[in-house]
């Protein structure tokens, strides 16, 4: 099952151009069906800590925590710590495979009251490939592994507001040369996120004190990246994601929150591609399939950005399918134990992953762990059962003096 996995997706991102050049919708056999946007590096998608996760993978507006990096750098400064780290870790698709692991870790440090810089390293271990030749006999193992390395910035504009900025350096090993006339090689490629928060303190709900806070992020702004030469280049998963949140505290232990999230991957949609009277496709005098509906995908990451918003060959109605959005909510009981559950969609035209997060947090000290349980609505789904873990310590200003508060989740 792993080798099939493996191939399929080294067929989709390789040598299917990952539905990003012409052709590859038709073979990744999604772009005719489905309609899913396919891009190379997936993995930068995926929620990496628990408590986002536990939300129904959001957090672009949500009160900033030690993973603020990867849902909107911009809320760094208004972390309220002096410093800290943390390890998050996910076995990821637990029933088909039982080595595959998505691992991030990230560390923060307050430069003054009005800026912060973070790194974290995310890595993707598809676990061990056991090759043979046609006969069975072996042929060593591959590893396929994905990494990116992130650096950030961010300083407040106001007392109520900030930007932040990343930058990411990507590396993904998906394929191998087994001889000279294979070209298989390891992908590199550098991308850039840019974000915006806001938040003000409101009263609502007969004077409750509450925090109602919006954001805006853009991930993965870079180049194309490619495993075989420059005629293969694949998009990597640039995405806009929209969103807001209200805390409330109504009573001094106990605190509520609420957000929601909007996503739109910045990638081609997949056309409709023209068809001769026996069903075959058809190709112009350089070989590229020729495109009956839609835009060909065969365009500039810049151009891909903007065409993302209209590009879709059914129009408005396919772009509004290629939007997902997460609901999630949390409570908190005396910055000790925290409760939270989320829920997740995604068209079904456009991959269809709709599922609950259920998850909870501890704090004490300068320690905190969190975990999440993911449900998906589908039964025998890849996903199903995945579970991801949280560690994190966080530090304030007093720690020289032996002095730490508790955290926030």
Known sequence: MRITFFLISIWILVFGKGQAQSGGALLSGVGQTTRSLVTSVPFLGF?????????????VATPPTLNAVHWNNAKLPFYTKERGVSFSYTPWLAKLVNDMYVGYLSGFKRINEYQAFAASVRYFDLGDIYLTDIIGNAQGTFSPRDLAADLSYARKLSEGSGIGVTLRY?????????????????????????????????????????????????????????????????????????????????????????????????????????????????????????????????????????????????????????????????????????????YHYEHRNKGNRK???????????????????????????????????????????DVQQGEASPISP
């Not at 925090?211 to 806009?240: C, D, M, Q, R």
């Not at 259920?358 to 579970?387: C, K, M, Q, W």
Request: a negative charge.
């Open 170 to 342: 990507l590396q993904s090993n998906l394929s191998r040369a087994y001889n000279q006339e294979q070209t298989g090689r390891t992908a590199n490629g550098v991308a850039v996120d840019v974000g915006y928060y806001y938040r003000s303190e409101v009263l609502y709900l007969s004077n409750v004190p509450s925090i109602s806070s919006w954001g805006v992020h853009i991930s993965n702004l870079g180049n194309k990246i490619t495993y075989t030469n420059a005629a293969n280049e694949n998009f990597i998963p640039a995405n806009l994601r929209v969103g807001a949140a209200l805390q409330l505290d109504p009573q001094e232990y106990h605190r509520f929150l609420l957000g929601l999230d909007l996503n739109k991957l910045l990638t081609p949609s997949p056309p409709i591609y023209a068809r001769d009277e026996f069903g075959g496709y058809l190709r112009d005098e350089q070989g590229n399939l020729l495109v009956e509906k839609g835009i060909s995908p065969n365009r500039s990451t810049l151009n891909s950005i903007v065409s993302s918003f209209y590009d879709a060959p059914d129009g408005f109605g396919e772009e509004m399918q290629e939007i997902t959005f997460s609901l999630g909510g949390e409570y908190e009981y005396r910055e000790f134990f925290a409760i939270r559950g989320g």
């Open 47 to 59: 929620a990496p800590d628990a408590r986002g996760a536990g939300l129904g993978d959001l957090g």
């Open 355 to 397: 599922y609950l997060n259920l998850g909870s947090g501890f704090r004490y000290s300068v320690f905190g762990i969190d975990f999440t349980y993911l449900i998906p609505f589908e039964r025998n789904h890849p996903l199903a059962e995945t579970l991801r873990f949280t560690l994190c310590f966080s530090f304030d200003e």
